[in-house]
């Protein structure tokens, strides 16, 4: 048989070897895709086992009904949902609560409500063992919602601040005033002296019905804390311009006002020859005798007291309010003026008058007494 092969022709001995050789690159690539097929198909079976449970889970289509509770619940129970929570985040929470009786039902009701992924973090007054459908509902009420809200007015002094938080957050009065009396767990910045007055943010604040007097008033200082930081105010003056813009707070109420105010403190601090460096505010008197408001008596005018700015010039020795951040910015940098006194002469408008000489702020009190004349209800509660 070799004999015949050795006599075929050389093109025809090339052919037959070519042919021989493409046999077994064929046999070699099909092999290869053979075991390139079968290991594609072997992940994708392996994938599918390991996702069919999670799959089956949610879908539910292992033809069972998954398990709930009937109706909307028995005792309330308070629910924290933390931030970025999915729905099966949420499901998982409200069955270990016992909320809802499994993680599969919320999962079917959620899915079925385009409103559910509206749902916020946050704490929710719930009812153990409702429906699934019915702790929906209830997380999309905002009535639900479980947060006390807790608002602080500006110019609100810190022990206003105190039975505020006792009022609405239940807390026991003597434990709050503790802790203004020793607040070295209120993150305090050392410019402070250890006093919490005027380091409180009056702001809205949302606290979860567990929330400690501790942690309340360390919210508030560390919102006051991040507010000075983002106006640029150097540390080193953080509290002398809290304590001006307090007064200024406690003073006038209309903020196309709160720099000339500012600027009149400033110049009264300086002044060695009208005033004497004596405020002479009415505000610090107060303030000094434990009001918030109302005009000083004779005898509260005598006061002997650091903050009665009508013995003692220059500044208090701290702030006697928490003002606002606007407040502080404009007392920080107040307009250039040679005002000494100012006066509202409309306390409807808020209309005030300044001026640099006693003579004309006389005039301007007489102005105000026109107005109180002739709107004796009004200028009796102001």
């Known amino acids: 048989m070799s004999e015949l092969f050795d ?7 090339r052919t037959e070897k070519n ?4 046999r077994v690159d064929q046999r070699k690539k099909l092999r290869r895709t053979s075991l390139v097929l079968f290991l594609a198909v072997f992940l994708i079976v392996c994938s599918a086992m390991v996702a069919w449970p999670h799959v089956r889970d949610l879908l539910n289509l292992n033809g069972s009904v998954a398990e709930d509770y ?4 028995t005792e ?4 924290m949902i933390p931030e970025n929570s999915t729905g099966a985040d949420i499901g998982a929470i409200l069955v270990g609560s016992d909320v809802v009786a499994s993680q599969e039902a919320f999962i079917k009701a959620y899915n079925a409500d385009r409103r559910a992924s509206s749902i916020q973090a946050g704490s929710y007054a719930l009812k153990r063992q409702m429906s699934a459908s019915a702790a929906l509902a209830a997380m999309l009420d905002p009535s639900s919602r479980a947060e006390v809200s807790v608002t602080i007015p500006e110019g609100f002094t810190t022990q206003q601040v105190a039975a505020r938080l006792v009022n609405v957050m239940g807390y026991d009065a003597a434990d709050v005033d503790a802790l203004l009396a020793d607040p070295a767990s209120l993150g305090l910045p050392a410019q402070a002296g250890g006093n919490v007055e005027g380091w409180i943010a009056p702001l809205t604040y949302q606290f979860t019905p567990d929330t400690t007097a501790e942690q309340a008033l360390s919210t ?5 804390v991040s507010e000075m930081k983002e106006t640029g105010i150097p540390e080193d003056q953080w509290q002398r311009t809290i304590t001006v ?3 200024v707070e406690r003073e006038v109420n209309w903020p196309e006002y709160y720099g000339q105010v500012a600027r009149v403190i400033e110049n009264r601090i300086a002044d060695t020859s009208e005033v004497g460096g004596r405020l002479q505010m009415d505000s610090t008197v107060l303030y000094a005798v434990g009001k918030t408001g109302g005009v000083p008596t004779k005898a509260e005018l005598e006061t002997d007291s ?6 003692n010039p220059g500044l208090p020795p701290g702030p006697i309010s928490n003002p606002s951040l606007d407040v502080i910015k404009a007392s920080h940098n107040p307009p250039a003026g040679d005002w000494l006194y100012f006066v509202t002469v409309n306390f409807d408008t808020g209309e005030t008058k300044f001026s640099n000489n006693l003579q004309q702020h006389n005039v301007y009190v007489e102005q105000l007494r026109e107005w109180i004349a002739a709107n004796p209800q ?5």
């Open 19 to 22: 042919v021989g050789a493409r």
């Open 306 to 311: 650091p903050y009665n700015t009508y013995l």
């Open 70 to 73: 009937a109706g909307e619940g």
């Open 7 to 13: 006599e075929l022709p050389d093109s025809k001995k």
């Open 245 to 247: 813009a307090s007064i």
């Open 220 to 224: 508030m200082v560390g919102h006051r």
């Open 378 to 382: 009004e200028g009796q509660d102001g």
């Open 76 to 79: 309330p129970v308070v629910v």
